[in-house]
């Protein structure tokens, strides 16, 4: 079992007190499609993990959900590779949605900072 913990997003930010852990082990599917991230866990009933971006236009929202797709499966392997005991925080704790948004590239071109990942669901 590998667990990452996400902080759900709605609006362009975070929800104050609101995790989403997963057992990331579990990945059955991921794609990208537009403006959306889509990725199913299997278990009893799936879990489907999806994110919502925005973009300047269609090419920037397609690479904004390309860029949030590969991080999340760089960070997966690192888990799996590591035999992860505790629970591995997809969003590191002492960051803004900002700040993560800069560090992975996660932009709106022409919006305001932070508007890059719009909304992080699980259903």
């Known amino acids: 079992m590998n667990l990452m913990r996400f902080k759900k997003v709605t609006t362009d930010e975070f929800v104050i007190n609101t995790e989403i852990i997963l057992d990331v082990s579990r ?15 299997a278990g009893t009933s799936d879990s489907i993990l999806t994110w ?9 929202k397609l690479l904004n959900a390309t860029k949030i797709q590969n ?9 799996a590779d590591h035999n992860q005991k505790g629970v591995m925080d ?3 704790a002492t960051e803004t949605i900002d700040q993560w948004g800069a560090r992975l590239g996660v932009v709106h071109t022409g919006g305001d900072a932070g508007t890059g990942l719009v909304t992080l669901a699980l259903s």
């Open 52 to 60: 919502t971006v925005d973009g300047a236009d269609a090419a920037e």
């Open 90 to 92: 997809f969003f590191p």
């Open 71 to 79: 991080e999340f499966l760089k960070l997966a392997t690192i888990a």
């Open 27 to 41: 990945l059955a599917e991921s794609y990208v499609t537009g403006a959306t991230c889509v990725m199913t866990f």
